[in-house]
């Protein structure tokens, strides 16, 4: 009988996995090109959308603070090296977006906390 219980189990494991993998992940649906801009928190926590294809044309659903809206992706590769401590530059926005800066160079936030052209990590 104890294992009728453990198969029981096994299965509905099985099922919970299959019933809870994100679309994403099996295909249909495909996240859109390019980078999400770093954008700025927006205070009400609106979830204007949850995937991509929640959103028109090229846009991607973007991170906002606690909230998520619908934006024109970067479409600069690569990612925005982490900023652990404060490195010497401008403490002024050089830029908004990576179309902003020369060659493949991206708009991260700095050490200041605004945002410059900065190679980015692939």
Not at 24 to 40: D, F, H, I, N, Y
Not at 67 to 93: A, H, I, M
Not at 111 to 116: F, H, Q
């Amino acid at each position: 009988m104890p294992a009728c219980r453990l198969c029981l189990l096994a299965t509905g494991l099985l099922l919970g996995l299959l019933l809870f993998t994100p679309l994403s992940a099996t295909g249909t649906r495909a996240e859109k090109p390019g980078v999400c801009p770093q954008l700025e928190p927006i205070t009400d926590c609106v979830k204007a959308c949850i995937l991509d294809n929640d959103c028109q044309d090229n846009y991607k659903c973007c991170q906002a603070g606690c909230g998520s809206v619908c934006s024109k992706p970067n479409e600069k590769q690569g990612t925005c090296p982490s900023v652990d401590f404060p490195k010497l530059g401008l403490c002024e926005d050089q830029c908004q977006m990576d179309s902003q800066c020369s060659g493949n160079m991206k708009c991260c936030r700095n050490g200041c906390g605004k945002m410059g052209c900065t190679t980015p990590k692939f």
